[in-house]
DNA sequence: GCCGATTTGTCCGTATGTATC
DNA sequence: CGATACATACGGACAAATCGG
């Protein structure tokens, strides 16, 4: 699939930020010299630099230019960022992950379900528990689960290696949005059962609603962090329009 | 200042459809009947949806239209959003707010503080402590380092109201990007000290770095909230241009 | 203080591609 | 296949902010 301009110029751009070619603090050229540079309209240029605004790699200044404030930060511990699998941020954090599933059932959706997830009553779900190991050591405690309609033949064979690969790959099904909640929760019993656990009394948790392409609600997860290994990034710009 | 136009119809779509005129599931009208609706361009309406999107409010589907995916959360604890001030937060979760200054003195930015907040060393700062209170009790412990260059005039009297107002409304300087990163830490002797602890032995804590309309680092902040009143959210957007 | 060059911000109209039905 | 709807891209116009002379 060839990608759209604005996604290359995107990133070249970041790469080059990454790198260092343009510096923390410097300015970008100016959109007509990308524009002269990369032959596209300046429209393209602007979507590019608008999505590294967003992230928190630039910021544009009105008559001046568009500076860089990306800084590379030092990864101590299991960062989550954007929309990833486990997988996926562990091999962004260098880190080597194993998953041991330990309750994979069909059960349906009753009032208290309903209420906690968002699925509608009588909605047919998998149930499944993981374990997340890094490096060795159990330290994440996964929830999920999937609207059973949406993730045919789910077996936990898959949720033992990667239930995003198969809805990406072989179902062909997209991900789209995910809204999370972040929240510090008291230990449960299936954490001191399940996770290597030091003396903290509390758990960073990450509860999430994951829309497909059709706009359907099709997996709700709660994840379970040891405090020490947990880190959430997230870049916010301040809206314009608060007209005093 | 007159608003924008695009700024105009992402406000108006977002109260139609937190008013549920445009329903949880739902198609908005199509970008051409849009068009029509606001007597503009289709680029104006689109720019506005994508915001939308950005937010969590809806979703685009080619081919198809673009569904409504918000939902209303019910608020149960101290929600955290976008960059707003904790008197804008406190009036968002309803709660009755106030502060009380612990600690305002200047240093000067040595090895160790640069490390930690990224001023670089030799920077003249302002350390503030303040505590909290919601409904009146301590709940949440800021620790806020200031460039004093960039917050001229700052005094103990500012900060017990509230420094972004007077950052925004009197120096007239503009917030535009903040760079967070949630932990959860053990507890201090400050938190001790200062809060209103339950048997926690642990808190959330929100580090934030702040750039203000130069592009200039200006502001660390360190929020640390009891586990049982805070909240995060958050909406991701599945990246285009992961080719396979 | 004014003017002009530069740079980003907003908006429009149009054309073409692609996905869905 | 055609109609509809969103996605990408172009080029142009004007406004607003900044900076140097």
Redesign the pocket.
């Known amino acids: 699939?060839?990608?759209?301009?604005?996604?290359?110029i995107y990133q070249d751009l970041k790469i080059k930020i990454e790198e260092q070619q343009y510096p923390f603090q410097q300015?970008?050229?100016?959109?007509?010299?990308?524009?002269e540079h990369?032959?596209?309209?300046?429209?393209?240029?602007?979507?590019a630099?608008?999505m590294l605004a967003e992230e928190g790699y630039v910021q544009?200044?009105?008559?001046?230019?568009?500076r860089v404030i990306y800084q590379p930060v030092r990864q101590t511990s299991f960062t989550i960022g954007g929309i990833e699998s486990f997988q996926e941020s562990a091999c962004r954090n260098g880190l080597t992950a194993s998953t041991r599933v330990v309750q994979f059932t069909e059960l349906v959706s009753d009032e208290h379900i309903a209420e906690k997830t968002g699925f509608p009553i009588g909605s047919e779900l998998y149930y499944i528990q993981r374990v997340r190991y890094l490096n060795g050591k159990a330290l994440i405690f996964d929830i999920n689960m999937f609207l059973k309609a949406c993730v045919p033949g789910l077996t936990p064979e898959i949720a033992a290696h990667s239930i995003y690969d198969y809805i990406e790959n072989t179902l062909g099904m997209t991900i789209v949005t995910s809204k999370r909640i972040m929240t510090v929760e008291r230990i449960t019993q299936a954490d001191e059962k399940y996770l290597d656990l030091n003396d903290f009394n509390c758990m960073a948790v990450v509860s999430g609603h994951t829309y497909n392409?059709d706009g359907l609600m099709f997996e709700y997860t709660q994840s379970r962090h040891r405090p020490d290994f947990f880190c959430f990034q997230d870049t916010a710009t301040r809206k314009?329009g608060y007209p005093k």
Chains 1, 2 share one sequence.
Not at 38 to 47: E, F, Q, V
Not at 60 to 66: A, K, L, N, Q, T
């Open positions: 699939m060839p990608k759209a301009i604005f996604q290359t300015l970008l050229p100016s959109e007509n010299a990308l524009v990369y032959h596209c309209s300046r429209n393209t240029i602007r979507r630099i608008s544009s200044m009105h008559g001046i230019g568009v392409a314009q």
